[in-house]
């Protein structure tokens, strides 16, 4: 089971967190704050199931409400409150780490995930990697509205894991971008998958080897940068 902390936000604002302990026996040394997507919190089967398998895989994983959801509304916060909530939790898993680190714990490094259209991460966020699960490259069927410039200013190593059909950016349109970047930045393409990466019943795979695919991408990447 997670364990269940708050993060203060604001005077008087705060969020729910839940930590999800890598197997033990099996810790990479290596924490990853998931953020939710426009759709749905923290408690989505999506971001559970994600969450816990990441786990398995021992990858220490946090995930978080962002404050609209917290408070039960719908239509997402500015692009600097999204961000400003992210990064509350992270300064609270990084305290965390710290303390763990003079009980005699693991080297661990933060990585995040970002599902949320035109969130900005600057250089200033201080992380070791990201990973970008679906990202919003342009809104469906306006690709002459491109969200890729502040990506060039990120300088931590980056992960994009995007569907073929992704109506949000296929990895032919992100493939050019991330060729680009003057980050490490490596793209892991899910075949027939969609902005969910959810695939047609014709592939005759299994939605739920696709998530596994996915998560042991994630997890092996993550190991190489805890380990680098």
Known sequence: MPDRFRVEIAPSQHVTALR?????????GVTLILGHGAGANQTSGFMVAFAAALAERGIDTITFNFLYS?????????NAKLEGCWRRDWERARRDQLRRRK??????VHGRAHRIAGCRLRRRCDLAGLVFLGYPLHPPGRPDRMRAAHLREVKAP???????????GTPAELKPIVGQLEAPADLFVVEGGDHSFKVPRSTGVSQREIHGAIQDRIATWLRKIASG
């Open 20 to 28: 999800y302990p890598a197997a033990p026996g099996n810790r990479a």
């Open 70 to 78: 917290e408070q039960g509304r719908r239509v997402p916060d500015p």
């Open 103 to 108: 009980a005699g714990a693991r080297r661990q």
């Open 158 to 168: 980056m992960l994009f894991v995007q569907g073929s059909r992704d109506t949000f």
